[in-house]
Structures are given as structure tokens and as C-alpha cells.
């Protein structure tokens, strides 16, 4: 997946620079939103059967506007248009995919409109795409959508002064659009696997705007090293590999090799942050040739760096994970009862599940299986309860 | 996360029924439209419908290929799943605020219930 048809590759990477040009032209964010959408759907039924025009984005930008103005019926949409200059040839900027990408990330908004938002008017893709990759029916994206413009109304279309500070929210919104994607795991989901694609783009397209900026460089590093194990971890009926089992030689090396590049770049050049970490984690991972060889002394001091910079409950449970493969499971567990005083943990099934896990290690099959099976009732994930609960009949 | 509110029909919300005028009983359909409207504006329905009288069930089962609709069990059931909403929503809480508004929790009580995805840990 993640394989575009040229004509899709043109449209999504014209989408936002069209509606940069136009909105930045009529200043209306919303009805040039809708006709930048409506000029995108007309090019996918057109272009395909007559080909792509010469200047596509010249193309797209002449009908958006002009579809912008059949949008606004009303008399003072009217006056206004009228008193504009003829039929304007709006500009396309360097910087306006990333003024779009900023307001979509608007802290305004929740992470539901973010999401949706900056998937139709920075990744062009269409309210029914979006939708069937969510798993929510379309009107429900579509309200999403309408919401979140509602919200914009008013807001300029620039750059804002303190870029700086918007950048972690636009950083956790395309990782968001990532997670999306990537814990889909089969048959079904395969338009949700689409969205790791995109948020790679969206991503990719960033940290080239902007690569000085290691937390950008981070994430990208980040999902591409995930995304490259995607091919190992389910199996065919859905079902969840973890890591130690997983077959690398389907791991994707090519992203394994660009993702290194970029996080080995960041971390010696810009200032260290939790992206950046990750994306080290999951390259020690992606080092070792089999489980075995795995650098946990590494990753627990990487983890234990995490845990400074940005510490959470999930942290928490895999830096004792990595404890465990370094000093044994008596050890993890001992620290996993401390961690579990925190109520973040307390009832959290991954706590059962790192338990099961350590106890089946230390060879106390019953208290394993029982952990399991906890695990197994609390999960919200079914490949996690397929897992959990084949683990536990294992040791019946 | 999808969460399904379930509205029960049972003995204690039949005598709430009984004793409402025709004026509230109006007024309590017209709240679950309003409560419908108001989630599908916020995008976070999924779908909620009312199901039909329980006696209208049939049950399908498969035994060697052949399929088989009947009336039956007939156990006499006090308790039967009346209607829902499938809402999509960042967290229990939001949920949980969902569910206080279905007129029913004002009588007797709905559950809310987490649907599983397909998410997954990779450990």
C-alpha cells in the first residue's frame, strides 16, 4: 500500500499548495477549502481519461476559484466578489503547505478535527477516503471537518509568529495520523494502512521545509523505522507478532537504512527530544539481526533518557521491559509492583501483560497464565487478545 | 475509541413507561432525535437505532449446512436490548458525558461498553 497513481501523486502534492494560493487570494479558509476539495474530485474523475494538463496546479487553482465563487450565493458573498479584480491568477509559495499544515494543527481544535482536517486540506484526499481509513461513516469526518472551519473562521492565513511553539502540536497531530494507520493490522484495515503512508508524506514534506528542526527529523526517523517492520508483525489472519518473533528478513531495509541516516543526523546535530529517542530505540531494534542480538543495555539507557525528557505510563512499562532483558525478570517484576502504585498503571492490562510476561520468564507457568488472562479480559485491542490469550492456553 | 451506549428495556423502565403522560413520552422521543442531532453535529456518531419489540426476533442457527430460522428459545426474558448508539470518541469520559445525556439514564440506567480495535502493542 501507499502506492499512488500518478495522477493521485499530482493531486496530493498540488492540494495544498492550491488552496494556499487560493485562500491566501480570498482570504475565506472554509468555501476555499470546499472548492480546492471540489476542483480536487473534478481532476480525478477528468485527468485520468484526458490526461494531466500542462500546468496542473494553474489548472486546479482556475477551477477552485471559480467553483469557490459559485459556492457564495448570498448577496454580500456577491458584492464581495464583484468588487474584486477579474479573474485573478492566484500564486503558489514555497511557505504555504506549511502555514496550511500550522492551522490545521490549530491547538483550537481537537485531535479529531486536527486529524481529519489536515488529512483533506494538506493531504488532499477526500472526505470518503478519510472516513473509510477511520472506520467512522462519512458525515461524522464531514462534521469534523465543518467544525474545525467553523473554529478557523477569522484566522489569517500566515505563518504565526511563534511557529516554534505550534510545531510540537503539528508534530504529535502527523503522529497521530501515523498511529492510525499503523495498528491496523489486517484484511479490513488496509485503508488504514494508507494513513502511515500519508503521515510519512506529510512528514517527509516537513522535516524538507524545515530540517534543522530535530524533533521533525525524529518523528520521520521514528515512523519510518516502524513502518519497516510492518510486514513482520501480523500474520496473515491478523494475528500480532511481537518483536522477538517477528521474521526480520521481511523487515523493509531501505527504511530501516534512511531512517537511521535521519535520527544518527539529528542526534548529532540538533538538540536531543523524545522523537529522537524513539526513533533510536526502534533503530537499536532494527540492528540486531536476530532478537538475541538485541542491545537492551542500549535501549534501557535510551529509555531511561525518554523517561527524563517525556515520562508516561507507557515509558515507564517498557523501560522495565528492557530492565528485565538486562538484569533479569525478578528484577522487572520487583520494579513492575512499584510502577503499578502509579494510578495511570494500576489497572492497565499492559501491566498484566509485562507481569505474565516476566512471571512466564521466571518459570511460574500458573500466575502466568492467570496474569494473561487478565491482560486478555482488559485489552480494547483484539489481535492483543488473540495474542494474550494464546499465550496463556500455551501454558495450561 | 468506539464505545456502544446500550438502553435496556426491562421491568423498572417499562413501569417508568407506563407512568409517563403522552405529553412526556413525546417530549422523551424527542430527545433522543435531538440527543442524535447534537452527536452527529459534534462527529461522533457512528449510528444509533431503536430495535424492534423482541417477539419480532428470529433466532438463525447452521447445523450440518442447513440453515434454521426459528421463534425460539422461548425462556421468558425480563431484560432485552431496546436500542443503541455507536459513538466514536476520544475517551471514557466523553463518553461516559455521551450516555448522561440518553434520556433513559434519567430512569433507569444505560451501559457503556468499549469496542475492541485493531490496535496493537508491539512487545
Known amino acids: 500500500m501507499g502506492v499512488l497513481t500518478p495522477v493521485e501523486e499530482v493531486l496530493r502534492a498540488a492540494a495544498p499548495q492550491v488552496l494556499g494560493a487560493v485562500v491566501r487570494r480570498y482570504g475565506d479558509f472554509d468555501s476555499s477549502e470546499d472548492a480546492v476539495q471540489e476542483a480536487l474530485l473534478a481532476a480525478a474523475r477528468q485527468w485520468p481519461a484526458e490526461g494531466v494538463p500542462d500546468n496542473p496546479r494553474a489548472w486546479l487553482i482556475r477551477v477552485a476559484s471559480r467553483r469557490r465563487i459559485e459556492l457564495l450565493r448570498n448577496d454580500e458573498a456577491r458584492r464581495r466578489r464583484e468588487a474584486l479584480p477579474p479573474d485573478p491568477a492566484p500564486e503558489v509559495r514555497g511557505d504555504d503547505e506549511l502555514t496550511l499544515l500550522v492551522l490545521c494543527c490549530h491547538p483550537a481544535l481537537t485531535a479529531a478535527s486536527q486529524v481529519a482536517l489536515t488529512l483533506r486540506a494538506v493531504g488532499g484526499l477526500g472526505t470518503a477516503e478519510i472516513a473509510r481509513a477511520l472506520l467512522v461513516p462519512e458525515s461524522t469526518v464531514g462534521q469534523r471537518i465543518s467544525r474545525a472551519k467553523k473554529k478557523l473562521q477569522g484566522a489569517r492565513f500566515v505563518l504565526p509568529d511563534n511557529l516554534e511553539e505550534r510545531l510540537p502540536g503539528v508534530r504529535q497531530v502527523l503522529y497521530l495520523i501515523f498511529n492510525e494507520g499503523h495498528t491496523a493490522s489486517s484484511g479490513t484495515s488496509l485503508h488504514r494502512v494508507e494513513l502511515s503512508a500519508e503521515a510519512i508524506r506529510l512528514t517527509r514534506q516537513l522535516h524538507a521545509r524545515l530540517p534543522a528542526d530535530g524533533e521533525v527529523a525524529g518523528l520521520l526517523a521514528l515512523m519510518l523505522l516502524t513502518d519497516a517492520r510492518r510486514p513482520a508483525r501480523t500474520r496473515p489472519d491478523g494475528a500480532l507478532v511481537p518483536l522477538a518473533d517477528q521474521d526480520r528478513t521481511l523487515w523493509d531495509s531501505a527504511a530501516i537504512a534512511e531512517g537511521i541516516t535521519i535520527v544518527t543526523a539529528a542526534l548529532r546535530d540538533t538538540a536531543i527530544g523524545p522523537f529522537q529517542v524513539q526513533a533510536a530505540i526502534a533503530a537499536v531494534h532494527a540492528e540486531a539481526a536476530a532478537a538475541a542480538d538485541t542491545d537492551w543495555e542500549q535501549i534501557l539507557a535510551l529509555y531511561r533518557v525518554l523517561h527524563v525528557l517525556a515520562p508516561g505510563p507507557m515509558v515507564t512499562l517498557n523501560r522495565i521491559v528492557a530492565l528485565a532483558e538486562v538484569d533479569g525478570p525478578l528484577v522487572g517484576l520487583r520494579e513492575l509492583s512499584l510502577a503499578a502504585r502509579d494510578p495511570a498503571l494500576a489497572d492497565h492490562h499492559r501491566v498484566s501483560a509485562v507481569r505474565a510476561h516476566l512471571l512466564e520468564r521466571a518459570g511460574d507457568a500458573t500466575a502466568a497464565r492467570a496474569e494473561y488472562l487478565v491482560a486478555a479480559r482488559r485489552t480494547l485491542s483484539l489481535p492483543e487478545r488473540r495474542y494474550l490469550e494464546l499465550r496463556a492456553s500455551r501454558l495450561r | ?123
Open chain 2, 1 to 123: 475509541m468506539k464505545y456502544l451506549i446500550l438502553i435496556q428495556s426491562n421491568e423498572r423502565s417499562l413501569a417508568v413507561w407506563d407512568a409517563m403522560s403522552d405529553d412526556e413520552r413525546t417530549t422523551f422521543g424527542r430527545d433522543h432525535l435531538t440527543l442524535n442531532e447534537e452527536m452527529a453535529e459534534a462527529g461522533v456518531l457512528v449510528a444509533a437505532e431503536g430495535l424492534a419489540d423482541p417477539s419480532l426476533a428470529r433466532f438463525v442457527s447452521v447445523r450440518g449446512g442447513e440453515t434454521i430460522v426459528s421463534d425460539g428459545p422461548f425462556a421468558e426474558v425480563k431484560e432485552h436490548l431496546a436500542g443503541f448508539y455507536l459513538i466514536d470518541c476520544p475517551t471514557p469520559e466523553d463518553a461516559f458525558a455521551w450516555a448522561a445525556k440518553v434520556p433513559d439514564a434519567a430512569n433507569t440506567e444505560v451501559e457503556v461498553r468499549p469496542v475492541l480495535d485493531m490496535s496493537g502493542w508491539e512487545f
